[in-house]
């Protein structure tokens, strides 16, 4: 533990000229002089001498924590860095105090010693982590063979790892080998080129640094990153492999295409998928699956037909099922709204749409025009997504001649008797209804991610084989699009392509490299003993008191990442590189048995405890506790007061890992305190969740109504716990929901508990 405290002040930055800092020097003096034997105003503390002070100090071993007293935790965090010999905290005396507040005189310098003594506390509490290093494995698992598979092998591979491929199928390409030609990847985007599929399956197959099971699939996965164990189900047997990290890239399915029964799909020979034409393509020639003969005229339909349950027609924006198979690539970075239903009760219907139909369908008329010259390509649309680059491709197809481009919903579909597909069209660019004859009538095939059909991962954890279910990402792998858009909710698996979402080609190739250096960051970092993200260096991970577990499976059940097992007693099984040290466990467990070195359930409620709480609420103010989430809610506050916006001189912020790592002991010490109320500011959760730690929002806010029943008995109005949920960019709600926290504490008076 740290027990010889250097406590520095800065007096720059408006804190000098608002507080006393000689003052607060003497109250850490006053109450904490036998654990800090350095205590000192610095004019300005990021200076060079200011660090080459604190420094020296440490080198000569009169401190080995340091409390630094100026900005905010977020603000020169790269300049106070001491070494190893010494832990850091930071006070916020900036932000959180002088910039913040419009309080002066004596209520702005008890803020300020509230916070410096609040801080020494906490590092009195913290310990000096011992990173877990065990031998460490650092070659790379790519899961899929297609063209995102094979991209991430190759950066892999040419950044020094070692690779292990592996691909269900006997050939590498996956779907990408079956397409004629893929969309646009370069100037002019006006004509669809080659894929490429053939000169990158040979690169990989010929890498020396990679090695490749084909007609393989991934039986299991045991362990945790840098220290998994792969068991590879290959013709003659399993093998494992030993490896640090893992790139999903399993691709897509089709989807069900009985969605596309009343438009014919499944009885008239003519109406096939894209994914069809593509193959057809791919063959050399367009002919008829009636009767072998060429095309002469073929129509492309984005839109499936509205669900046959009900009258209603899809949601207008719904332009398209997911994104046509016919093309393996597809587009990462879409930032194409995910068009909904009005009615999802349907089986059939996908959930969404993307922005890659229309552009297959425009690729697709290109092939009518370059296999069948004389022929014509009808593309019927409800709405032409041609997002950036590609609006030049949409151009080029309105300039040919025998491509016809409308807007129109499908009113019916039959079979003509010479085989031909009759279609008929309203609502189009051309004001009345009309009718089309064509050779082939070609349905934009969904997309489907390869984790929702089958198993993947087959991982062996307590949780379960396969990825968390979340509803809103229906299928696709569970990575978290806001903040971390490989990682997947299993530490050291990094989904890339279209098992991530939509994409062509070139994204996929973008994918494939972000997902490889990811792994390498996961190797590395597991081989250093440090986290890999959020908390990208953390050198902490959960320490469990096992003599007081209870085996209640919380801690194992609530980790949002899997990071726990139970061992062959039922005891939680600890996995140092799964966790991501949000500490949602920690906020778990009623035996407070869990904590990390630098964060734990005894130092917040200490921190808590040393909070001066007025006797009287009309004289010396409420007193409100504010747990504020470190990754929105707490660079929200800051941001607010870089703004000059003020809130309310008698909260206390204390920043938290998460709001999942919130203790109910913490509430029950501030409430036991007399403090008047609690504020949890944490980030989105629901459909639109923005928490780095994907649930602890929403634990915590389960949590709550536990907490809300345990104040009612003790006669506390529950209100006075309340939870908020504030994103990044919402700095300027944060002093109003302050405000307004503030005057409904005011007009229920103080804590029954105050003076007790």
């Known amino acids: 533990m740290a027990d010889k405290i250097g406590v520095y002040i800065c007096e720059g930055c408006d804190i000098g000229s608002n507080l006393d800092c000689a003052a607060l020097a003497t109250d850490v003096k006053n109450k904490f002089g036998n654990i800090c034997p350095v205590i000192e105003t610095v004019p300005v503390l990021c200076s060079g001498e ?23 935790p977020r603000a020169k965090w790269d300049v106070f860095q001491f070494g190893e010999k010494a832990l850091v905290g930071r006070v916020n005396l900036r932000e959180g105090c002088v910039w913040s507040t419009e309080a002066d005189g004596d209520e702005v310098q008890l803020m300020a010693k509230d916070y410096v003594l609040m801080g020494v506390r906490q590092m009195e509490k913290s310990g000096f982590p011992e990173p877990e290093v065990p031998d460490m494995k650092k070659t790379i698992l790519v899961v899929g063979g297609g063209f995102t598979g094979l991209t991430a092998a190759l950066d892999a591979a040419k950044a020094g790892q070692d690779v292990v491929l592996v691909e269900k199928n006997p050939e590498l390409g996956g779907a990408a080998k079956n397409l004629y030609k893929t969309v646009p990847l370069a100037p002019p985007y006006t004509t669809a080129t080659d894929t490429g599929i053939e000169a990158l399956v040979a690169a990989v197959e010929s890498h020396a640094k990679i090695t490749v099971y084909k007609g393989a699939t991934l039986a299991a996965l045991k362990g945790a990153p840098g220290q998994y164990e792969a068991v590879i189900a290959a013709e003659g047997g399993e093998k494992t492999e030993g490896v640090g990290a893992v790139i999903l890239a399993t691709g897509w399915v089709g989807q069900d295409m009985s969605v596309y029964e009343p438009y014919g799909f499944g009885t008239i020979k003519n109406v096939i998928s894209s994914k069809d034409m593509e193959l057809m393509a791919k063959s050399g020639s367009l002919l008829r699956p009636s009767d072998g003969k060429p095309v002469s005229a073929v129509a492309f339909v984005m839109q499936p037909p509205a669900p046959v349950f009900g009258e209603a027609d899809l949601n207008p924006e719904a332009c398209a099922p997911a994104a046509p198979a016919a093309e393996a690539e597809a587009k990462e970075g879409e930032e194409e709204p995910a068009y909904v239903h009005k009615d999802l009760e349907s089986a059939k219907h996908l959930a969404y749409s993307s922005g890659l139909s229309p552009a297959i369908a425009l690729k697709q008329a290109g092939y009518v025009r370059e296999l069948a010259p004389n022929s014509l390509a009808f593309v019927i649309y409800e709405h032409m997504n041609t997002p950036g680059i590609f609006e030049l491709y949409y151009k080029a197809a309105q300039d040919d001649p ?76 569970d990575s978290n699009y806001i903040c971390f858009p490989y990682e997947t909710r299993r530490t050291g698996v990094y989904a890339a392509g279209n098992v991530r979402q939509p994409m062509f080609m070139d994204q996929c190739a973008d994918d494939a490299a972000g997902a490889a250096l990811k792994a390498i960051q996961c190797v590395t970092c597991a081989s250093h003993g440090v986290a890999v993200h959020p908390r990208s260096g953390d050198r902490t991970y959960p320490k469990f008191n096992f003599v007081r577990c209870t085996q209640c499976k919380r801690c194992t059940e ?30 778990a467990c009623p035996e407070r048995v869990i904590s990390f070195d630098t964060y734990n359930v005894d130092q917040v409620g200490s921190m808590i405890k040393e909070v001066k709480v007025p006797e009287n609420m009309d004289e010396g103010g409420p007193r409100v506790i504010i747990l504020a989430c470190e990754n929105d809610a707490y660079p929200a506050m800051d941001m ?30 501030a409430m036991s305190k007399g403090v008047d109320g609690v504020m949890m500011l944490g980030c989105k959760y629901g459909d639109d969740y923005q928490c780095h730690f994907v649930k602890g929002s929403e634990i915590c806010n389960r949590r709550k109504e536990n907490i809300a029943e345990t104040l009612n008995r003790l006669g506390v109005e529950p209100d006075r716990v309340e939870q908020y949920q504030v994103s990044i960019d919402e700095y300027d709600k944060v002093p109003e929901l302050i405000e307004d926290f503030m005057t409904m504490i005011m007009s229920k008076g103080p804590n029954p508990f105050k003076g007790y």
Request: hydrophobic residues 40%; proline residues 6%; negative net charge.
């Open 50 to 72: 200011g660090v080459a002070q604190i420094q020296a100090d440490v080198d000569a071993g009169k401190v080995n924590a340091v409390s630094i007293c100026a900005c905010s």
């Open 402 to 477: 025998g491509i016809m481009l409308t807007k129109g919903q499908i009113q019916s579909v039959a079979e003509d008797a010479d085989g031909s597909v009759l279609i008929t069209v309203g609502n189009s660019l051309l004001g009345a209804d009309f009718e089309v004859k064509v050779d082939l009538l070609v349905l934009s095939l969904g997309m489907v991610p390869s984790t929702a059909k089958e198993p993947v991962m087959n991982f062996e954890y307590r949780q379960g084989p396969a990825f968390p279910d979340l509803d809103l990402f229906d299928g696709f792998a």
């Open 558 to 587: 609530e980790c949002p990442f899997g990071a726990l097992d139970d061992d062959e007693k039922g005891t939680p099984k600890p996995n140092p590189t799964r966790c991501r040290r949000c500490g949602t466990c920690m906020g």
């Open 640 to 669: 607010a007061a870089f703004r000059k916006l003020k809130w309310n001189q008698y909260v206390r912020i204390i920043p938290v890992r998460c709001l999942g790592s919130v203790n109910a002991i913490w509430v029950a010490d």
